[in-house]
């Protein structure tokens, strides 16, 4: 990996810790490999609790001068940040490729997705306004500022390793937090590589860290219980968020969690069919269907159930699935043993109740972690992918027959993350994207994700907005400022 950079520094195995980078105190490291080959690409430091204690004290410290400055001076060193994730894009792709597995053409797609929130929330640093709002009292002049939330720290996943940071560290250090970001033990590479140029970029010493660990709930117990930390940013599983939510309530932390979805994808009789297959296409097999929020029960109406599928079968088994480094490779190897064990179990479950494979549904000729690109037919709500994510590349077709029917369908989970849905007419169009109990909707795309839109879930798919002016706010605190005069 290191002879393909063109910068080789980029590739880092030390933890960033308030400025400097280091082993763990013990000199242990965890392996990270590369889920293609299954080969370790890198040995990295492995902190614990006492390192993650040193990193929160120092951003305590540096966030004051940091705060204390313009929004204009902090926006020029995110601005900086920016630039340089995109001067060095073919490299932190390639580095994100080899410890991730996505192709290539997906990774640097995700390195100028990453990029786009640091540019976004530096721009944002100069618009943290405030608010006067007319007195209640003839004495009384109100007003409303808004302050930086103190430290706050992330824990992050391997699909986007780094993209989920970037949306959280952007806008911290937009307005003047400190940053301690954990990222995933599979991806620590990418966030180092992040570190690396936020250092050259003029991110003062201390404000962020990167403390790499192969412990995370140590290191979560550590954020939640460490009483300098203010706020918790977390993108995971619902079952992760409900332990960390509840262990950050004894310091009544604010939290922002990013968890599971359960998307359904919505193809009504009237749809341009074309338009809807290139959309669950994309919606469905992006990142090998390792995304929160990929398609995972795609609806088809009854009248176009059977063209919709033979032309998705033919759209799929045109995919080239291969090592994401060599150029070509539509879908990677998936991340890991138990992501192939979780898609087998979904498949065995639709077929063992009478659902059809209709193409893949088996590993793939290629090995380790690979997996052929499935569709299926005749899947119902009684089996297990009706309620939970399979997060692999496996598209199951649910037919059915009206609105009602398919809202019902479609809101029957604890989630609520992104749903899509393909329809022309304009009255369908308006009732279905008001009924559907989601917190982001595309009508007639599957692509749906924007620095400048505000990304999030309702229901147990999480609390908070990522990106968009309104993806601030989790970092800001309001002051009412009441003066008699
Ligand atoms: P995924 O399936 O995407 O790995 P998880 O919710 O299991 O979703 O993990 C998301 C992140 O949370 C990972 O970085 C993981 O290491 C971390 N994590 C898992 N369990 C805990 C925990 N108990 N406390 C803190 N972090 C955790």
């Keep these: 990996l290191k002879s393909r950079l063109k910068d080789p520094s980029l590739l880092e195995t030390r933890a960033y810790l308030a400025g400097e980078w280091v082993g763990a105190d013990d000199g242990a490291t965890f392996d990270v490999i590369n889920p293609a080959r299954g080969d370790v690409i890198a040995k990295v430091a492995d902190l614990g609790r006492a390192e993650t204690a040193r990193a929160i004290a120092a951003a305590d410290t540096a966030r004051r001068d940091w705060a204390a400055r313009t929004g204009k001076d ?3 060193v995110l601005r900086k940040w920016y630039e340089l994730m995109m001067e060095n894009q073919e490299d932190l792709a390639l580095i994100l490729t080899a410890e991730m597995g996505k192709p290539l ?3 640097r797609g995700e390195i100028a997705y990453g990029a786009s929130f640091v540019e976004w929330f530096g721009e944002e640093a100069k618009r943290v306004y405030g608010e006067t709002i007319p007195g209640h009292q003839p004495d009384k002049r109100i007003s409303v500022i808004r302050q930086p ?12 390793p780094n993209a989920m940071i970037a949306r959280k560290v952007a806008p911290a250090l937009a307005v003047g937090c400190g940053f301690v970001a954990r990222p995933a033990a599979e991806t620590p590479l990418s966030a180092l590589a992040m570190a690396v140029l936020a250092e050259r970029a003029g991110v003062p010493t201390g404000v962020l860290s990167v403390i790499t660990s192969s412990r995370a709930s140590d290191i979560g117990k550590e954020f939640c219980e460490n009483p300098i930390v203010r706020k918790l940013t977390f993108t995971g599983s619902t079952e992760v968020g409900r332990i960390l939510l509840r262990q950050s309530a004894d310091q009544v932390m604010k939290c ?4 599971g979805g359960n998307a359904p994808f919505i193809v009504f009789d009237d749809a341009d069919l074309d338009a809807a297959v290139q959309g669950a296409m994309m919606s469905k097999y992006r990142n090998n269907g390792q995304t929160c929020v990929c398609a995972n029960r795609i609806y088809v109406q009854a009248g176009i159930y059977d063209a919709f599928a033979q032309k998705l079968k033919a759209a799929v088994e045109k995919l080239n699935v291969g090592d994401g480094l060599a150029e070509g490779s539509d ?25 059809q494979v209709l193409t893949g549904g088996r590993r793939h000729g290629n090995g380790g972690t690979f997996f052929e690109p499935t569709v299926l037919t005749g899947v119902t709500q009684d089996m297990k ?11 199951p077709l649910f037919r059915f027959d009206t609105e009602e029917e398919v809202i019902a369908h479609a809101n029957d989970t604890i989630f609520g993350l992104a749903c899509y849905f393909y329809a022309r007419d304009i009255g369908r169009i308006t009732r279905v994207q008001e009924a559907l109990e989601y917190g982001i909707v595309g009508v007639n795309t599957g692509l749906i994700s924007s620095e400048v839109a505000p990304f999030g879930g309702v229901k147990q798919s999480g609390l908070g907005r990522e990106g ?4 601030i706010d989790d970092y800001l605190e309001m002051k009412y400022i009441c003066l008699s005069v």
């Design 256 to 259: 922002s969690m990013e968890l």
């Design 331 to 355: 879908l990677g190897p998936l991340i890991n043993e138990e992501a192939v064990t979780k898609i087998e179990d979904h498949i065995s479950d639709i077929v063992a109740k009478g659902g």
């Design 105 to 107: 053409a997906e990774a």
């Design 385 to 395: 992918v009706a309620q939970e994510e399979t997060f692999g590349p496996m598209a």
């Design 74 to 76: 902090r926006a020029a």
């Design 468 to 471: 968009s002016h309104h993806g």
């Design 149 to 160: 939330i103190g430290v706050a720290a992330s824990i992050t996943p391997w699909n986007f």
